[in-house]
């Protein structure tokens, strides 16, 4: 079974471009997560989807980043215009909806640079 | 305001020298904890989920163990092919349902021969 993938595995883009970075989860998984970590930082949350719905955003920065998540399968994380603190990595994570537990399963993440 | 503390930072042990890992944490009502296993350029691996405070986990060379207050992994005659950065994180009883992780900074773990 394919794990969770991501696109771009980097991204090297200029300060007020636009970068859209790509997740396809594990098949059958409803839960859809993004995270980051910068530079020196631990892993953080920016949100959650349920489906095409989102459950949680409470960690997305500001209003440059827009998540989607149509039709309920793949997410795409756009940011818009990128500033130099948005590089890091970004992490997609995906997991089954259980009353009792909710493994999150993570992909390779894409290295995002602004320079 | 949940927080996780991983120690010690960095760990280097000679093969076959066992030793442990801690993760302190505080959360509001703890509904899972987490080991994960990162290589370098490479996403988080998922370990073991530990639930409630007496819990164990085992396997191959790595046992988790819940308190109350915090985990430890301890890794039994490790070999290189453990080397890796060890992430905790928790996640907690929330109403409605979510389901965030919050992560510690990690303990980057060098076995040597």
């Known amino acids: 079974e394919a794990g969770v993938t991501q696109f771009p595995s980097h991204s090297v883009i200029e300060k007020g471009q636009t970068v859209t970075l790509r997740c396809d989860p594990i098949s059958g998984h409803d839960n859809l997560y993004w995270y980051r970590r910068v530079m020196g930082k631990e892993i953080k949350f920016l949100l959650h989807f349920v489906k095409e719905s989102k459950q949680d955003e409470s960690g997305m920065p500001n209003n440059r980043f827009l998540a989607e998540r149509t039709g309920g399968t793949y997410s795409t994380l756009k940011v818009q215009p990128a500033e130099l603190e948005d590089s890091g990595v970004y992490f997609c994570a995906s997991s089954f909806s259980r009353a009792d537990q909710d493994t999150q399963y993570f992909g390779p993440g894409t290295r995002l640079t602004v320079l | ?113």
């Open chain 2, 1 to 113: 305001e949940d927080q996780v503390t991983q120690s010690p930072e960095a760990l280097r042990l000679q093969e076959g020298e066992s030793s442990s890992l801690n993760c302190s944490y505080t959360v509001s009502g703890l509904r899972g904890l987490f080991w994960y296993r990162q290589d370098p350029g490479k996403g988080p691996e998922f370990l073991f989920t530990l639930y409630s405070a007496g819990e164990e986990k085992e396997k191959e060379r790595l046992k988790a163990t819940l308190t109350k207050k915090e985990s430890f992994l301890h890794i039994t005659a490790p070999k290189p092919e453990d080397s890796a950065t060890y992430l905790c994180a928790v996640q907690a009883e929330v109403t409605g349902g979510g389901n965030k992780l919050t992560f510690g900074t990690g303990t980057q773990l060098k076995v040597e021969l």
